[in-house]
């Protein structure tokens, strides 16, 4: 698949993560600072049935939590929404995003905020998603963001979706998944929490969605035939020859794949679809 990347931000943007060392910044942000722009953990084919299964087209107004460096907002700025609104609270991203135009007349705006607390208006928009945000956050922290994601929809036609890590089966031993978020988050220098399934399910249930489709994909995020397929094989080869010429940035590079290795049959990518699940009187 070609590279998702063709605006993506200058050089001399900042990125997240300027100014840390490659040994102890998260490991999303060493991958960004490599050149990688498809961070989301079953890569641009799960991302693409994500806005597939959204609907994205002319008449809705999307917006985006956690947005990050931009790719995915290019594929939904390809669908001409009405509007799309990208909200991160890192002030490079939200540079990176600023500058964003799509084919149509797409309307479009950055905010620097966080994802529990937007400071969007009720009911603003009629699709919401984020990638790879969720998982890094504390439970009680999961059901914030969700909770603003339901304020934020128009009750009739809102659609909400997820693209996240999630533990493989629902019946994994907790003494396993236990073992799994350790090893996560010593790898990548945050509090990776990802869930089962049906706890991805039973956490948009609880915060009032009804998940109305699911997809489960391998998280191979680091490995080559995947790098190829999410970035093209120029910028691929040019992510290696970064981590190559970075003793540092390669040693974290490869615990990374190490660990999605070892728990490659516990460990996967969910796309969740759903929908304001219906108040009664």
Avoid at 13 to 42: E, F, I, Q, S
Avoid at 79 to 89: E, I, K, L
Wanted: net charge neutral; hydrophobic share 45%; aromatic share 4%.
């Amino acid at each position: 698949m070609a590279s998702t990347d063709q605006q993506a931000p200058q050089q001399h943007t900042p990125l997240p993560g300027d100014g840390l060392d490659a040994a102890r910044m998260p490991g999303h942000w060493l991958l960004a600072r490599l050149g990688k722009r498809v961070l989301r953990p079953g890569g641009v084919e799960l991302t693409e049935w994500m806005l597939d299964a959204l609907g994205v087209d002319p008449e809705d107004r999307v917006v985006e939590l956690a947005a990050g460096l931009g790719a995915t907002a290019r594929l939904t700025l390809s669908r001409r929404p009405a509007s799309y609104t990208a909200v991160d609270r890192e002030a490079a991203a939200v540079a990176a995003l600023s500058v964003l135009a799509g084919p149509g007349p797409t309307e479009v705006r950055a905010v620097q905020s966080d994802a529990a607390d937007t400071g969007l208006p009720d009911g603003d928009a009629t699709v919401v998603y984020g990638e790879a945000m969720l998982t890094m956050q504390p439970y009680p922290a999961k059901r914030r963001i969700v909770r603003e994601a339901r304020r934020l929809l128009a009750t009739s036609t809102g659609r909400y979706a997820i693209h996240e890590l999630c533990l493989l089966p629902d019946c994994l031993d907790p003494a396993l998944a236990d073992r799994i978020t350790a090893d996560l988050q010593h790898a990548i220098h945050v509090g990776a929490r990802p869930l089962t399934p049906s706890g991805w399910s039973e956490l948009l249930a609880l915060e009032g969605f009804t998940v109305t489709a699911q997809k489960t994909a391998p998280m191979a995020l680091l490995e080559p035939r995947q790098l190829i397929a999410d970035e093209g094989l120029i910028p691929a080869l040019r992510i290696a020859a970064r981590a190559l010429r970075n003793p540092a940035a390669l040693r974290r590079m490869l615990h990374l794949r190490r660990v999605f290795r070892r728990h490659s049959a516990h460990l996967g990518a969910i796309s969740l679809l759903a929908v304001p699940t219906p108040t009664h009187a």
